[in-house]
């Protein structure tokens, strides 16, 4: 906690002697670099039901970079690093992460739109909420779309996704992986601001090692993008996944069919309030015992409310219930696990630069396999400048 009273004191003698920031131009390159503390205390560090708390600071540095050429061509990168130490057993549990981001638009002939990006992460955070305990590894995704329209209202869109997944930790090595995806998809133009999906995805799932969790996915889906309604925009989804694994194994399915959706809704309820909700059914890799994937049946809910010039305050409830599809041997049973997450938060602009935030989190995992339950409280504040 030390750090970021030191970090604190710093700024706000910045502040006493009339420091100002301001983003960096170079032409048309936009530079905004910026730097963050965090402490926080959070009671259960490992996740686990005989709980064991402890100090973390969060410090951060990190730079975006934004160009514009023209009015068809923009271009986007950004780079953060995250020093994080804990004051129980720092040599097992300090870490550094690296996060890194590009990406580019550009609009070819009248109307043809084209994105694309990659994404690098290398962290220690937990990758899905099976997993409790932190492993170092490494995460990389590029992601191309196009969009196209057709005649009248018709158009289509082509996307091209790959994800890379690799564990440093050899405790976790079964779940390294790579996932290509390749869609097509028919949009219809409903309204001005809003479109009507139809569109089909392969994904292609190979594993490094735990090659029996080899498998072909086929999805199908339909959807609304844009304005929904009134003062409420997003998407809305819903569909059909069909998945096949290349191994046959005795003692688990080789054959899967789930029903999915996905929203993702912005409610703008006044001017100063915003109100969020995601709701996402997919199915996520796995490797606990007999499973080679779970259903995670997820939804977020977040609020936002401004309070004059200065301050902000928000609260999101978020809960994920999730079924593995065989059963856990000697039980005679499916593992389900439901998972609470509730969070408050405070935030002031100190300066239109220079803004502090005071958060806190609760966790509650409860499973009908009793070992996996655990509750974590996580209070925190950070101060972040932005040049």
Do not use: C
């Not at 023209?70 to 550094?96: C, E, F, H, M, W």
């Not at 220690?124 to 170092?136: C, F, H, M, P």
């Not at 219809?188 to 969790?213: E, H, I, R």
């Amino acid at each position: 906690m030390r750090k970021i009273v030191v970090s604190a004191v710093t700024l706000m003698s910045m502040i006493s002697t009339g420091w100002t920031m301001q983003n960096i131009k170079l032409g048309g390159l936009n530079i905004d670099p910026f730097v963050s503390t965090e402490g926080k205390y959070d009671s259960n560090i490992y996740l686990q039901s005989n709980a064991k708390g402890a100090w973390i600071n969060d410090s951060a540095v990190g730079v975006r970079f934004s160009q514009k050429f023209s009015n068809r061509l923009k271009l986007q990168a950004g780079y953060q690093l995250d020093l994080i130490t804990y004051s129980v057993s720092p040599s097992n549990n300090n870490a550094v992460h690296h996060t890194a981001d590009i990406s580019g638009t550009a609009t070819v002939g009248k109307d043809i739109n084209m994105k694309l990006g990659e994404k690098f992460l290398a962290t220690t955070d937990q990758a899905s909420s099976e997993l409790t305990a932190r492993a170092k590894r490494v995460e990389n995704d590029v992601n191309f779309l196009l969009e196209s329209p057709l005649k009248g209202n018709y158009g289509f869109r082509v996307e091209v996704a790959d994800a890379y997944n690799k564990y440093l930790a050899t405790e976790y090595a079964a779940l390294d992986r790579n996932q290509v995806t390749v869609g097509v998809a028919g949009t219809y133009k409903l309204m001005p601001q809003t479109l009507a999906v139809l569109g089909y995805n392969f994904n292609n799932v190979a594993y490094k090692s735990n090659t029996a969790n080899n498998s072909t996915i086929n999805k199908i889906n339909g959807g609304l993008e844009g304005k929904i309604a009134n003062k409420v925009t997003g998407t809305v989804s819903a569909g059909a996944q069909f998945r096949n694994y290349k191994n046959s194994l005795n003692t688990a399915s080789n054959n899967a069919t789930t029903f999915s959706y996905g929203l993702g809704l912005s409610w703008q309820a006044t001017e100063n309030s915003t109100l969020l909700l995601q709701g996402i059914r997919d199915n996520i890799e796995s490797t606990y015992v007999n499973s080679r994937y779970y259903t995670s049946t997820l939804t977020n809910l977040i609020f936002n409310h401004k309070i004059g010039t200065k301050w902000d305050v928000g609260a999101a409830f978020g809960y994920e219930y999730v079924v593995y599809p065989e059963n856990t041997p000697g039980l005679n049973e499916k593992r389900k696990d439901g998972y609470l997450r509730l969070g408050v938060d405070v935030g002031y602009d100190i300066q239109p630069w220079l803004k502090a935030a005071l958060a806190y989190d609760y966790k509650n995992r409860s499973s009908n396999e009793g070992q996996f339950n655990y509750k974590d409280h996580v209070t925190g504040l950070q101060i972040r400048a932005t040049f």
